[in-house]
């Protein structure tokens, strides 16, 4: 589920157990809330250097640009959110989405 509020995007995730997002990075700084249950995450900065975390709700982390990273499930009912403000293809802020998706995902 996504929800574009005033001058920012949200990502409501609501993953089972073990279910993961992926490895991916955005060209931009973003915001993660844990609101329920736990996450792992493993965040692989530009220099190489492997960052290994667990976060249980309620937390939140941030995930800075050019981070690869992946955020995994490690209980069933877990729910975070992806919060982050509307961007233009090159990763600038703007205050208006203009449905542009690429620099969202």
Known sequence: ????????????????????????????????????GA?????TLPNGTVIERDFHAPTHFLVRRDVLHAITALEDGTEYWCVYSHRTPQGEVVQEWDGWREATV
């Open 1 to 36: 589920m996504e929800w574009v509020s005033g001058n920012v995007f949200i990502r409501k995730i609501q993953p089972t157990k073990g279910a993961t997002s992926g490895g991916h990075t955005h060209n931009f700084d973003h915001t993660t809330i844990v609101f329920k």
């Open 39 to 43: 996450v792992h995450v493993s965040a």
